[in-house]
């Protein structure tokens, strides 16, 4: 009934809705965001994790800290999982998170801004000081229709900040991304950018470069001037995220001897590259990646992981999500694991087995020529415990789409509670 309502009204008319939403919200709970730095992140792939990492940095450097992600909410000392579903709370729920953040005595607040909030002006009537460019690939394509439009939504976040009326406004940006440029364009007090390929642009007024990059199963070490980093996370998309943080920190003000101490302590993000170790004779690794290029900086990633098989658990979300993305998924799981098993996600009122077939049409292209082995499993608990038990030791089991999320979305706006690394720690005692 809520689909057909929005169908029905002109979309000018519900932008003013939301607008006015945003606005009464933030007067509502008397203009919160203006009472503490606040940080906005965006971009495609990176966002919750470049969160985690530069709340951590700040408390590091023993101030108090608050922030929303697509993960976990964080109030001072207290920090719990995300169960709503979204990445940006509505209107109402976000400015009370800020009130909270800024009654606790926060003196920053990290929020992770989508797209689709942006589209919602679910960012209005928030006090952005800084914002966070990690990178930009094609994503949420059918909720913008086309890449141009989901850039623009982007891009207007970075126009409300040019706007605000502060002495100081900053932009930190990931100068190797291609669309960086685009993120630049705007007045602002500082111009910072960051990079693993030397990309030094006229365009900000500082870079920091990473050097020395090391990278094993152990985890990842880079150097940014004379100072070095450890991270005991994979990856080289970990190190982009790391050095994001660093550098926004740096740019409040924390000196990259603090950040390198507090990344250091990150022994894992939920649901981001989190290994589940229950003392099985294999390796388990749990991961969100819910697009193509995520899955292929994690594919990437775990290159530097020693194992014999690899055997992948995937699905692909519904309710309009680049439903063109699906075959391309199962072609890339089919390329690069020995073993792919299909299973649900988040169908929302889509068709949970159609999505499990378009997955299953890329992945029988490869699977075709090479001879793998392809499970369709609809019920994702029983795909979870397929896979756990065609494991044999030193092998690999990577079970990616949910992360550390909270529910399963199925039809008629319903939630299934649920979380894969739980429901693995449950299949692992069964088997």
Same mark, same amino acid.
């Given at each position: 009934m809520k689909n057909i309502v929005k169908k029905l009204i002109p979309t000018f008319v519900l932008n003013i809705y939301h607008w006015l939403l945003a606005q009464f919200a933030a007067y509502y709970y008397a203009y919160p965001s203006t009472k503490m730095t606040v940080i906005g992140v965006t971009g495609t792939n990176g966002k919750s994790t470049t969160v985690n990492m530069l709340a951590a940095c700040i408390e590091e450097a023993g101030f108090k800290v608050g922030?929303?992600?697509t993960i976990n909410f964080k109030i001072g000392v207290r920090e719990w999982l995300n169960e709503e579903k979204m990445t940006?709370?509505?209107?109402?729920?976000?400015?009370?998170?800020?009130?909270?953040?800024?009654?606790?005595?926060?003196?920053? #607040?990290?929020?992770?801004?989508?797209?689709e909030g942006i589209?919602?002006?679910?960012?209005?009537?928030?006090?952005?000081?800084?914002?966070?460019?990690?990178?930009?690939?094609?994503?949420?394509?059918?909720?913008?229709?086309?890449?141009?439009?989901y850039k623009k939504s982007k891009l207007k976040l970075f126009r409300h900040l040019e706007r605000a009326n502060k002495k100081y406004k900053k932009i930190i940006a990931n100068t190797d991304d291609k669309h960086v440029n685009d993120f630049l364009n705007f007045r602002v007090t500082d111009?910072?950018?960051?990079?693993?390929?030397?990309?030094?642009?006229?365009?900000?007024?500082k870079t920091y470069a990473v050097e020395n990059i090391k990278s094993n199963e152990r985890g990842s070490s880079f150097d940014i001037l004379d100072r070095h980093f450890h991270l005991n996370l994979i990856g080289e998309f970990q190190i982009y995220n790391a050095i994001a943080a660093a550098t926004t920190a740096k740019a409040l003000g924390i000196d990259f001897k603090i950040s390198s101490a507090a990344l250091k302590k990150i022994k894992s993000i939920p649901g981001?590259?989190?290994?589940?170790?229950?003392?099985?004779?294999?390796?388990?690794?749990?991961?969100?990646?819910p697009e193509i290029e995520?899955?292929?900086r994690l594919y990437q990633g775990i290159d530097s992981i020693k194992y014999k098989k690899l055997i992948h658990v995937l699905g692909s979300c519904g309710g309009g999500r680049d439903i063109a993305r699906r075959p391309?998924?199962?072609?890339?799981?089919?390329?690069? #694991?020995?073993?792919i098993i299909i299973t649900n996600e988040d169908p929302y009122d889509d068709d949970p087995q159609k999505i499990i077939d378009d997955i299953a049409a890329g992945a029988s292209k490869v699977a075709q020529v090479t001879g793998k082995s392809i499970y369709k499993i609809l019920d994702r608990r029983e795909a979870i415990n397929k896979a756990l038990s065609l494991a044999k030791e030193d092998d690999l089991v990577l079970i990616t789409g949910k992360g550390a999320e909270q529910a399963i979305c199925v039809a008629g706006g319903k939630k299934v509670a649920w979380d894969d690394r739980e429901v693995i720690k449950e299949e692992l005692k069964k088997i």
């Open positions: 922030f929303a992600t940006m709370l509505g209107r109402f729920k976000l400015q009370k998170l800020l009130y909270q953040m800024a009654e606790s005595d926060c003196r920053y #607040a990290l929020i992770e801004t989508s797209s589209k919602q002006f679910r960012h209005m009537g928030i006090d952005y000081d800084v914002l966070v460019f990690t990178n930009l690939t094609p994503e949420h394509i059918e909720a913008h229709g086309s890449f141009e439009n111009k910072i950018g960051f990079t693993l390929k030397g990309n030094d642009l006229d365009t900000v007024d981001r590259v989190e290994f589940i170790n229950e003392n099985q004779p294999f390796k388990i690794l749990v991961d969100y990646a995520s899955l292929k391309i998924l199962g072609q890339m799981a089919a390329t690069k #694991a020995d073993k």
